[in-house]
């Protein structure tokens, strides 16, 4: 396994002991493995490493909670989710797509990109149905490339 594939491994680890803890107030085993699909020894395993690290609090048998450092990594992910899954389905991406494909992209996108994405989702929440989206949305759906209005009242 490469290190970029241990962290985001670890990235998500983080982020499942997150979602389970907002529910909970903790983590336990069973829950990440069960949300994560994986074995309850990997996480087990994956528990002590992320302890080692100072990212969670771990007692054996007890579950987990997140540190102060694991915490602002945990938040700082599932607002970067949430805001590629946000954009995607701006585009007219569906739901599920969305959620799978900002899930692939969030461990990869830089920060820069994260700032301009997050301040477009914004912009785009205050606008009620742009035209150039909608002109977009038709696009996609069939292909078709409209004139720009700008264009056509030149001429």
């Known amino acids: 396994m490469t290190r970029k594939q ?3 491994r670890k990235e998500d680890y983080l982020k499942a002991i997150y979602q389970v803890s907002e529910r ?9 493995s069960r949300l994560l699909n994986v074995s309850p020894s990997t996480v087990t395993e994956m528990f ?10 771990y007692e054996k048998y007890s579950g987990a ?6 915490r602002k990594i945990a938040e700082a992910l599932t ?6 899954k946000e ?15 900002a899930h692939f992209i969030e461990h990869g996108v830089s920060a820069k990109t994260i700032d301009i994405l997050t301040k477009f989702v914004k912009f785009m929440k205050t606008r009620e149905d742009p ?24 001429e």
């Open 131 to 154: 035209r150039w989206l909608e002109r977009f949305k038709s696009y996609y759906r069939t292909g078709k490339l409209p004139e720009c209005p700008k264009k056509e009242k030149q």
């Open 79 to 84: 607002e970067k989710f949430t805001i590629l």
């Open 24 to 32: 909970k107030g903790y983590a336990r085993v069973t829950d990440v």
């Open 6 to 8: 241990r962290e985001r």
């Open 48 to 57: 002590q490493r992320l302890y080692n690290e100072g990212l969670i609090n």
């Open 87 to 101: 954009f995607l389905t701006i585009l007219g991406v569906d739901e599920a797509t969305a959620e799978k494909d």
């Open 65 to 70: 909670t997140l540190t102060e450092a694991g």
